[in-house]
Every structure is written in structure tokens, then in C-alpha cells.
């Protein structure tokens, strides 16, 4: 819903998107407490070694480069701020400034380590979109437009919500620690098998958005700029979101 408000140009013409990835303060969380509907505990050693930029930077990289198409530049920073837990020097936060070929730049924020955020921000010339959880397919869109009151400028503090189509693709109840419908990759994959067409879910799009998230996850505090090789283009949007 939010990429079809973007295209309805709902905001204007998007020139900055702050998208925000962090779990709160993990290591001080009952973590061990926490386990499956199968009863397998959460398995906080490989988190922590795999780290948070690995685990979860694709969920908004996959969104945004779908939407944008290819990341010219990535400009990052990585760290381990709580080394006492175990993960062997992996980053627990990564900040990555993301220069796209079509001029829009975007700002990924994971951690484990910051307070509880998932909201993504579209910054456009009309307004700001914004969905507040972005790991709920059901999440409200919000539509702020900006506001001068006398002396100042500002985006209305509501927000007009932004109705979606009367039909979207299947949701699903709450699940754990989200309410996403993670069957919706394979059945597009299976459904491009069965038109005999390429898939939306392209080997450039997987290997973009790989070259991406190492390029964030490895930045450390010296990295600097990196330019990306590989690229790709926009997904066609689905048959409901057009």
C-alpha cells in the first residue's frame, strides 16, 4: 500500500526515505524465555553471531530497491556497541545512507540496541508518507501533509489515512513478533513457473540486494563509500497494487 501511494505520487515527487529497523535493547530482553509454537527456543547465540543487519536489512532493502530500483552507492557505518553478548565482534547497529540511480536517498537504521522502531518515512514535496509497522502487511498508511502556520512549516500531526484497495493480497494473523505473510515470495515465484513468464523475484534483485547488505553489514568505522556492482531493475508492481 505504501509503494502504491508512492506511485499515485500521494506525497509528490520522493526525494528522502527514513526507514528504521531497531528491536530495542535485546541483550537486557528475557530472550531466553522466548521459543516457537514448536517449542524451539529463539536461538539467541546464531542471532547474535549472524547479527541484526544480516537478519533483517532485506525486509526494507527488498522493499526499497523493488520500488527504486538499483543502489548506486552505499555510505555506512557498522558497530558492536555491546560487546558482553556474545556475538563475537559482529555489528549490533548499522547506519547506511543508500544514493539510488533515479536520485531518491534513503537511510537504513538496524540494531538491537536502540528503542523499538519500524516505521518507514516518505519525504516528498507535498508531505511525508508514513506506516509506523512496517512488519505488519495491515499497518495503516498515513498521509501528513506539510503546513504553514504563520511563521512555521510543519507536517499535520494526524495524518490522513490512505484506504487500500478493496482487494490486496491474503493477510495473516499476528505470528510471533510480526504479521507478515512470508508465503508471498514463493507463490509469486511458483506462479511465474506456472505463466511461463520471468519471476518478479529476480536473480538480480536477490544478488543486488545481497551486494547491498554486505556492503552495510562489513562497513565497520573505516569503510567509507562503497560503489555497487551489481543492479537491477523495479519490480512490476502485483496485479492488486497497480
Not at 48 to 68: M, P, S
Request: aromatic share 6%; hydrophobic share 40%; glycine share 8%.
Amino acid at each position: 500500500m505504501l509503494g502504491k501511494a508512492m506511485r499515485d505520487g500521494i506525497a509528490g515527487q520522493v526525494r528522502l526515505i527514513y526507514a528504521e529497523l531497531d528491536d530495542g535493547f535485546i541483550s537486557q530482553a528475557p530472550y531466553q524465555d522466548w521459543q516457537s509454537e514448536s517449542g524451539a527456543k529463539w536461538p539467541a547465540e546464531d542471532e547474535f553471531r549472524v547479527g541484526c543487519t544480516l537478519e533483517h536489512a532485506g525486509y526494507y532493502l527488498t522493499w526499497l530497491i523493488g520500488h527504486l530500483g538499483s543502489v548506486r552507492r552505499v555510505v555506512a557505518a557498522s558497530a558492536e556497541v555491546l560487546p558482553d553478548k556474545g556475538s563475537g565482534g559482529t555489528p549490533d547497529v548499522s547506519i547506511a545512507t543508500l544514493f539510488f540511480e533515479c536520485g531518491v536517498v534513503a537511510r537504513l537504521t538496524c540494531s538491537i540496541v536502540a528503542p523499538h522502531d519500524h516505521q518507514i518515512r516518505v519525504i516528498g514535496d507535498k508531505g511525508v508518507l508514513r506506516v509506523g509497522r512496517a512488519w505488519d502487511n495491515a499497518a495503516p498508511v498515513k498521509f501528513h501533509r506539510r503546513l504553514r502556520v504563520r511563521r512555521r512549516l510543519l507536517e499535520h500531526p494526524l495524518g490522513r489515512r490512505i484506504r487500500p484497495p478493496a482487494k490486496t493480497h491474503p493477510k495473516v494473523e499476528r505470528w510471533g513478533a510480526a504479521s507478515m505473510n512470508f508465503a508471498l515470495g514463493p507463490v509469486e515465484m511458483l506462479s511465474a513457473m506456472a505463466d511461463d513468464r520471468p519471476s518478479r523475484m529476480s536473480t538480480d534483485l536477490a544478488l543486488h540486494v545481497n551486494e547491498v547488505t554486505l556492503a552495510i553489514q562489513n562497513a565497520s568505522d573505516d569503510s567509507g563509500s562503497v560503489a555497487m556492482q551489481t543492479r537491477c531493475v523495479p519490480i512490476e508492481p502485483m496485479p492488486w497494487a497497480k
